[in-house]
């Protein structure tokens, strides 16, 4: 009798630690990994992760991709730049805390997550793919998004995914973004980036090699980016930039449960592309909502310095009033990337104003100075008072308006917007003011000129 006791409380000890620490289909213990061949699927089977070839490529990658969607649509790639040629590959919990995808004929990791879990037993290490599309390393009892070993929205592929954070940690330095393929069959890193430019004023840039400016949002200005009003929120979409001492990031959401939306940076021969697409099941494919840069004028830096953009009008680029081509035969030929010089020069004498430009996006941030708690009749005052200082606008125009945001250098790559943009004072000599004023005049036909 009392042995059986002893086994029926043994038997119930066991199913108290089993239920303690229940291990479900969407988790992966340290014990155990997944082959090449075997996906894992999220909780609410949104995702599915495993190994996969691209549609031309016999390399073997191990990536995430949707579930319900009957094209297979790969948003995150493990092991980018180390494809496996044969079908040996695996994924588990390598012995040093860390996810793993490893060849299994001679044990060689191919490609290894960087988290810190030191302190933790691995055998308490859990893998979890969520349904979010994140890929997760945790305490197994531990599920506090902010205490993750790691994850894989920390880390962005070409995709991202509603809820993915792109940007700047202030604590750690570290800068989310993300990284085109080379092309649709090799997941590779590509030339392309997209991320958040870090100045006072911050805007989203495509890089090319990461260093070079291909296209900018404009800057947040708590609506919207300055010169991007497709990327605007609409009645599925939301999307803003957050910014505290902790972080500056890039996130949206998607309202509508039932819509599958995903942001990814497109590589092709000759061009970069931001995309967003929807899926639409009638048709089972994917429909492009938005694709940027969208037309020239979204070329960075197209017209040089103190010029603005126009889609419609011929030529495309226009020195701004009281300004003329820096070098007349390169404009002349539509080469305008010298840009614009002043008419008359600035030497910060009595006199100097502003002309107020509408409807254009902001110029290019580097280097601007922001006062969240100064309005718009102080900036203008505070950047008369400095000689250097060339341009202000609102830096928040939601409500009815607020902060400020001065330019010390050369004003590159305004572009006039249609139908959105903002106000820009652009700082000038006395002479050329009284010459703008005419011009107005003129224009209103409130004077008429003197030969007519
Ligand atoms: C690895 O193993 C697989 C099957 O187990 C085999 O087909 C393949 O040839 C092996 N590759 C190498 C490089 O040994
Ligand atoms: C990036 O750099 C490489 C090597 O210098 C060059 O071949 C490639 O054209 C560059 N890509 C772009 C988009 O400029
Ligand atoms: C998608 O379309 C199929 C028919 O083409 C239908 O059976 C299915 O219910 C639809 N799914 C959703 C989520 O609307
Ligand atoms: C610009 O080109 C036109 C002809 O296309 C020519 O008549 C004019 O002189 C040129 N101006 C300059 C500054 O090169
Ligand atoms: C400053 O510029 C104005 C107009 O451009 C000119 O009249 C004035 O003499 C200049 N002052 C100095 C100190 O150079
Ligand atoms: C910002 O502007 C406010 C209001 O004019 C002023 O009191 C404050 O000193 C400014 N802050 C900085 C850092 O200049
Ligand atoms: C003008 O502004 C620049 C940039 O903020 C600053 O470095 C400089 O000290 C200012 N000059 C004066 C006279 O306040």
Redesign the pocket.
């Known amino acids: 009798m009392g042995r059986l006791y002893f086994v029926m409380f043994y038997a119930y000890i066991l199913t108290l630690l089993s239920q303690e620490i229940p291990i479900a289909a969407y988790m992966l213990t340290s014990s155990q990994s997944i082959i090449d061949g075997k996906t894992l699927v999220s909780k609410g089977a949104s995702f599915e992760l495993g190994f996969f070839s691209p549609p031309s490529s016999k390399h073997r990658y191990f990536g995430i991709w949707y579930k ?1 969607v009957s094209v297979q649509t790969v948003v995150w790639v493990a092991n980018r730049d180390s494809p496996i040629t044969d079908t040996s590959g695996a994924l588990k919990i390598g012995s040093t805390g860390n996810i793993v995808v490893v060849n299994q004929n001679d044990s060689v990791v191919i490609w290894s997550s960087k988290s810190t879990s030191s302190n933790i037993a691995v055998e308490n290490l859990i893998i979890e793919l969520l349904d979010s599309g994140n890929l997760v390393l945790r305490d197994v009892r531990i599920e506090d998004p902010e205490k993750y070993l790691w994850q894989s929205f920390d880390y962005p592929g070409d995709t991202l995914l509603p809820g993915m954070k792109l940007g700047w940690k202030s604590k750690t330095g570290m800068n989310n973004y993300m990284q085109s393929w080379r092309n649709s069959d090799d997941p590779s890193l590509g030339d392309y980036t997209f991320g958040i430019e870090l100045t006072e004023y911050p805007e989203s840039v495509i890089l090319t090699n990461k260093s070079i400016k291909y296209y900018r949002s404009g800057p947040w200005n708590g609506l919207q980016f300055s010169g991007a009003p497709d990327m605007s929120r609409n009645r599925v979409f939301h999307y803003e930039l957050v910014h505290n001492p902790d972080e500056v990031y890039y996130i949206y959401k998607v309202t509508d449960p ?1 819509v599958t939306l995903r942001v990814v940076l497109t590589q092709t021969s000759t061009e970069g592309h931001l995309q967003r697409f929807t899926w639409v ?2 048709t ?1 494919s994917w429909l492009l909502l938005v694709s940027i840069p969208r037309d020239r004028c979204d070329d960075y830096a197209l017209c040089g310095a103190y010029s603005t953009c126009e889609v419609m009008t011929e030529p495309v680029c226009q020195c701004l009033k009281g300004f003329k081509p820096k070098s007349p035969q390169d404009w002349n030929e539509t080469d305008w990337s010298q840009g614009c010089k002043r008419e008359t020069f600035l030497n910060c004498s009595q006199g100097e104003g502003f002309l107020k430009y509408t409807g254009v996006k902001l110029p290019d941030t580097t280097g601007t100075r922001v006062n969240r708690s100064m309005d718009l009749e102080e900036c203008g005052v505070n950047c008369l008072k400095n000689c250097s200082c060339v341009a202000y606008s609102s830096s928040d125009i939601s409500g009815s308006g607020s902060g400020c945001v001065m330019w010390f250098t050369d004003l590159i790559d305004i572009r006039q917007m249609d139908g959105a943009g903002e106000d820009l004072y652009i700082r000038m000599a006395a002479s050329e003011l009284g010459l703008g004023l005419l011009f107005l005049l003129m224009q209103l036909k409130l004077i008429t000129p003197l030969h007519n």
């Open positions: 319900p039932s099941n009638q089972q």
